[in-house]
């Protein structure tokens, strides 16, 4: 199953950007659907994930306040809204997922290791 994010592009410090993720319509049969970046020499870094019922949802400390993971029902994607965007946002945006329950989620959805699916990648790039 490829999984696809979309909506990156170049916005100024302090804009906003919306990322979607679908997956063939299977989105919403995933346990977990995250979101994780990486910027050019960076090792990945966790950005958000939810839960399929969408009622737990996961941050990393360096989004906490300035980003929001959501499930849209009538499109059958989850989106990641980005505000206050900085130049530090800057990164290649993944969607991740994955299928079965984990227990310490907390902890372990913020591990790349732990999804099951990827897909490609989509740019943010913030301009000072």
């Known amino acids: 199953v490829q999984l696809q994010a979309s909506g990156g592009g170049l916005v100024q410090d302090g804009g906003s950007l919306r990322l979607s993720c679908s997956a063939s319509?299977?989105?919403?049969?995933?346990?977990?659907v995250g979101w994780f970046r990486q910027a050019p020499g960076k090792e990945r870094e966790f950005v958000a994930t939810i839960t399929l019922s969408g009622d737990t949802k996961y941050y990393g400390d360096s989004v906490k306040g300035r980003v929001t993971v959501s499930k849209d029902y009538a499109k059958t994607t989850v989106s990641l809204q980005m505000n206050s965007l900085k130049p530090e946002d800057t990164a290649v945006y993944y969607c991740a997922a994955r299928d079965r329950r984990i227990a310490s989620a907390s902890y372990y959805l913020t591990l790349a290791q732990y999804y099951d699916y990827w897909g490609q990648g989509t740019l943010v790039t913030v301009s000072s």
């Open positions: 319509g299977r989105t919403f049969s995933y346990y977990y």
